[in-house]
């Protein structure tokens, strides 16, 4: 095959909406049913796979204003694309949907690029590990005690989980219950709580305290909203060690990863494949993070993150996040299954080693 001889010849995205198994809330939010904005990028008879968690008015941008800047293009250089897609939403924003719009057809592009190489993602992009370490993320406000209890206990006695996240803040006196329930589920396994921005700085610091004292918590995320750092850098201080405070799953762009750093606002830095430009905008906030010598956890859609965080540097882990992974096994083959607490890449296919399975996802399209 003579690359320069191949372009992309093809674009769509369809958004789908699957309902949860039970309601879920966290500290900010309650959602009954979560959308999935799928994407191919096709050149000849290759084709990349992307997608995002967002609003289904995503495809529409993808199919309308967006695709126009994609036909055309060289699949061999998602980053020049990367920039042409920048400049098209400069007036509309560059945050929000229109970063998921381009998150999802980045990792598309990717999957392309290595597909048309015939090597796996992680091998293309640089691999520096063979496994990716998981921590169980879910227990939702509106579970019940023995709803927690025993999706905790699952995630680490299938999945060989040594952590698990569970969801605070909307609540804080039914919070420390929620704790206490959590701590007899998993032992001596390490605890993380997630308050989704729902605390100001003195009730953070007060509830930080408590929850690391009594209950050992280990992991703070997000106690005030991440477009705070000010607010962050003033909480970490009173956070009594080894709790670490955890921040950027709404990372839009760099400039939002620098805002943080710069505070010295995080002792982990967060964002999401999926929101904060694909795989190029990923690798941008990863090696900033390195710069700052600050570890990067990265924020769920976890079947579409492994092969990139197998070429990160500074990884600390990858969180399993119920909803996602629930959605995942549903519509796409290749899902990676947790073995002893690690996901690993499938090095004998090229690409992500994703395929998604349109029969299965059909009944959930956004008409």
């Not at 610091?205 to 005030?224: L, N």
């Not at 390195?290 to 197998?310: E, G, K, N, R, V």
């Amino acid at each position: 095959m003579s690359y320069s001889d191949i372009s992309i010849d093809g674009v769509t995205a369809q958004a789908f909406t699957l309902p949860t198994d039970s309601p879920e809330s966290d500290g900010t939010m309650a959602w009954s049913a979560t959308t999935i904005i799928v994407v191919h990028v096709a050149a000849g008879d290759y084709v990349g796979l992307g997608y995002t968690y967002s609003d289904a008015s995503v495809a529409h941008l993808i199919e309308g204003t967006l695709k126009e800047k994609i036909i055309g293009s060289d699949p061999l250089s998602p980053g020049r694309v990367w920039d042409e897609l920048q400049m098209a939403v400069r007036n509309m924003g560059c945050a929000g949907i229109a970063a998921n719009a381009i998150s999802a057809i980045d990792t598309a592009l990717w999957d392309l690029k290595a597909k048309l190489l015939d090597v796996p993602l992680a091998v293309l992009l640089g691999i520096r590990r063979d496994h990716i370490e998981i921590y169980g993320s879910g227990g939702f406000i509106t579970y019940s005690d023995e709803q927690l209890t025993e999706q905790l206990h699952s995630w680490i006695q299938r999945d060989g989980c040594r952590a698990v996240k569970i969801k605070v803040g909307r609540e804080p006196d039914r919070d420390r219950h929620r704790l206490e329930v959590a701590r007899q589920a998993i032992g001596d396994a390490a605890l993380f709580m997630d308050a989704n921005g729902a605390l100001d700085i003195k009730a953070a610091i007060a509830f930080g305290r408590m929850a690391r004292e009594a209950y050992d918590v280990c992991w703070f995320e997000e106690p005030v909203s991440s477009d705070d750092p000010a607010g962050l850098a003033a909480i970490r201080p009173h956070l009594q060690a080894p709790m670490e405070l955890a921040a950027g799953e709404y990372i839009y762009d760099v400039d939002n990863a620098r805002n943080l750093l710069n505070f010295h606002a995080v002792d982990v830095l967060q964002a999401d494949v999926t929101r904060c430009g694909g795989i190029t905008g990923l690798f941008r906030v990863t090696d900033l993070a390195d710069i700052f010598h600050i570890p990067f956890s990265a924020h769920c859609a976890p079947a579409l993150h492994l092969h990139a965080l197998c070429a990160v540097r500074n990884l600390r882990h990858l969180e399993w996040f119920h909803d996602h992974v629930r959605i995942e096994k549903k519509l796409f083959d290749g899902v990676p299954i947790p073995k002893n607490g690690l996901v690993t890449p499938d090095l004998t296919r090229p690409g992500c080693g994703l395929t998604f399975r349109h029969a299965d996802a059909a009944p959930f399209a956004v008409r």
